[in-house]
């Protein structure tokens, strides 16, 4: 089986495509020639769209191309009797081509014989043998000595748990298809009608693919946290696009790190950023789409306090200028307090004017005393514009991450070394904004997410100068910059 006809599968959208047990009104039902006393059916399972919904990454399909075997490829059959025990052992099933009616002729493959002649090799005395069959491909010779069922599902769970994470070479040996209906190991499907069988192979592993821009370079692929090598299946439209196979039953946590013009991308879902993390299953295909959020941004930095601290300021990823090199060190976005996202504009009139437009809630400017809005996206611009756990870290945070780190400032940028990790977090000090030009741009300010416990139109920030400090009389309307964080 060719892999690009195998593998062919023509996703319009983004996430999510199930591979379905039984043909549909477009596929093909090819009746395989066996000889004048049965008939063997072989299928294999195509796709369907389904669509659950995301945040941040889109999770949505529609329907691909059947895939089916062609001329030379060979699968394995046993054939089990009543007992669970098997009566015939990993017949190998040849594909020898077409007969003079289209029909696709199938035999038993004999080394040395002639494989195409079925009438020399008919597989019509098998198909009358069993109470169940189990049909798998690719063939595997090491299967000859399985004597029952329960070997044939080591076989398969084996299989997955053996399942290689560099597949750059080939998906083909990698992609167990299996139609049984030997019980517990039940794939596809499989129906008998005196000697006549038909076969319905499924997909037993998940499916991960996903597109990059075409001269994109690697720069770091997760699966679960364990870094993945995928098979590359072509470039169109481009893109480059590819697909990895992986154990199903996990948590699908996926990173993907690629530069491109000298700025590292990355995008993902998972637990840890809580964009719809899903139980993975057989025969489904996890598309990781082009449209999914972009953040150029390294992985966050673990300073040995309770939250991981981002390693660059939101927004700092719109920066026409940002590298891979120079991320950290970039003012990005300003905000006002409480306002979930950079509005441009900053001072008294500016954030009087968005709260008269508020209509969440309570307005910005009417939190009450010592109110924290971490992790609420009305409010907080991390949560709203980065999704998942991010947020505008707490005033105790902050004080958490100066008492574990050492601290210095030069060149406009304040740098913290963890001395309990050693990692390293920069950040550029760039003033504040009470209008539309910033002041005390040689001092750092950043927001935190608390309000001021003593004055009602105040709330708390850094302050970088001498020494780290919280300064408690920022005024809500200023608009500073933000570095994000989330809870470990």
């Known amino acids: 089986m060719t892999h690009s006809i195998k593998r062919a599968i023509q996703i319009l959208s983004s996430l999510l495509l199930l591979f379905v047990v039984s043909c549909t009104d477009d596929e093909a039902v090819h009746t395989e020639s066996v000889g004048t006393e049965g008939s063997l059916q072989v299928n294999i399972s195509t796709l369907q769209e389904t669509n659950p919904g995301a945040s941040r990454v889109a999770y949505s399909g529609?329907?691909?191309?059947?895939?089916?075997?062609?001329?030379?490829?060979?699968?394995?059959?046993?054939?089990?009797?009543?007992?669970?025990?098997?009566?015939?052992?990993n017949v190998k099933v040849y594909c020898s081509g077409l007969d003079n009616k289209g029909a696709t002729v199938w035999s038993i493959y004999k080394e040395g014989g002639m494989q195409g002649n079925s009438s020399n090799y008919p597989l019509s005395e098998l198909l009358s043998q069993g109470a169940a069959y189990f049909a798998y491909f690719p063939y595997d010779d090491s299967l000859n000595g399985v004597t029952d069922a329960e070997g044939l599902q080591l076989y398969v769970t084996d299989f997955m748990e053996t399942l290689v994470s560099d597949q750059s070479r080939s998906l083909t040996d990698y992609d167990l298809l299996?139609?049984?209906?030997?019980?517990?190991?039940?794939?596809?499907?499989?129906?008998?009608?005196?000697?006549?069988?038909?076969?319905?192979?499924?997909?037993?592993?998940?499916?991960?693919?996903?597109?990059l821009p075409q001269g994109a370079e690697k720069y770091d692929y997760l699966l679960g946290g364990e870094d993945f090598t995928p098979y590359f299946m072509g470039?169109?439209?481009?893109?480059?696009?590819?697909?990895?196979?992986?154990?199903?039953?996990?948590?699908?946590?996926?990173?993907?790190?690629?530069?491109?013009?000298?700025?590292?991308?990355?995008?993902?879902?998972?637990?840890?950023?809580?964009?719809?993390?899903?139980?993975?299953?057989?025969?489904?295909?996890?598309?990781?789409?082009?449209?999914?959020?972009?953040?150029?941004?390294?992985?966050?930095?673990?300073?040995?306090?309770?939250?991981?601290?981002?390693?660059?300021?939101?927004?700092?990823?719109?920066?026409?200028?940002?590298?891979?090199?120079?991320?950290?060190m970039l003012k990005g976005s300003c905000v006002m307090w409480g306002a979930n996202n950079d509005t441009g504009n900053y001072g008294n009139s500016a954030y009087t004017a968005y709260n008269n437009s508020f209509t969440d809630g309570v307005k910005p400017n009417k939190l009450p005393l010592g109110y924290c809005f971490t992790g609420d996206p009305v409010y907080d611009a991390a949560t709203n514009l980065w999704g998942g756990l991010w947020r505008i870290?707490?005033?105790?945070?902050?004080?958490?991450?100066?008492?574990?780190?050492?601290?210095?400032?030069?060149?406009?940028?304040?740098?913290?070394?963890?001395?309990?990790?050693?990692?390293?977090?920069?950040?550029?000090?760039?003033?504040?904004?009470?209008?539309?030009?910033?002041?005390?741009?040689?001092?750092?300010?950043?927001?935190?997410?608390?309000?001021?416990?003593?004055?009602?139109?105040k709330a708390s920030s850094t302050m970088f100068g001498g020494s780290p400090s919280i300064h408690t009389n920022a005024s809500r309307y200023t608009g500073l910059p933000v570095r994000p964080v989330f809870s470990k």
């Not at 001329?71 to 015939?88: E, Q």
């Not at 517990?184 to 192979?201: A, D, H, K, M, P």
């Not at 992985?299 to 026409?320: I, K, Y």
């Not at 050693?422 to 997410?449: E, F, H, M, Q, R």
């Open 235 to 328: 470039s169109a439209d481009g893109h480059d696009e590819y697909r990895f196979l992986f154990k199903p039953g996990c948590i699908l946590d996926i990173c993907v790190k690629y530069l491109l013009n000298g700025k590292l991308y990355r995008f993902e879902t998972g637990r840890w950023k809580e964009l719809r993390p899903i139980h993975t299953a057989s025969g489904y295909c996890y598309t990781l789409d082009e449209s999914a959020i972009k953040v150029p941004y390294n992985t966050a930095v673990d300073m040995g306090t309770s939250v991981m601290w981002a390693s660059f300021n939101l927004g700092a990823e719109e920066d026409p200028t940002a590298t891979v090199e120079n991320l950290g």
């Open 62 to 89: 529609a329907q691909g191309e059947h895939t089916e075997f062609e001329t030379g490829d060979f699968f394995g059959l046993f054939v089990l009797g009543d007992d669970g025990t098997v009566k015939s052992s």
């Open 393 to 457: 870290p707490t005033v105790a945070e902050w004080q958490e991450l100066f008492q574990v780190c050492s601290y210095s400032m030069a060149n406009g940028l304040v740098t913290f070394t963890s001395k309990k990790t050693g990692n390293v977090i920069t950040l550029k000090a760039a003033g504040y904004y009470d209008s539309n030009t910033p002041t005390s741009t040689s001092t750092g300010y950043y927001w935190s997410s608390c309000a001021s416990t003593t004055n009602s139109v």
């Open 178 to 211: 299996v139609a049984s209906n030997v019980a517990g190991c039940e794939y596809g499907s499989v129906s008998v009608e005196g000697r006549s069988v038909s076969l319905t192979f499924a997909h037993t592993l998940a499916m991960l693919r996903f597109h």
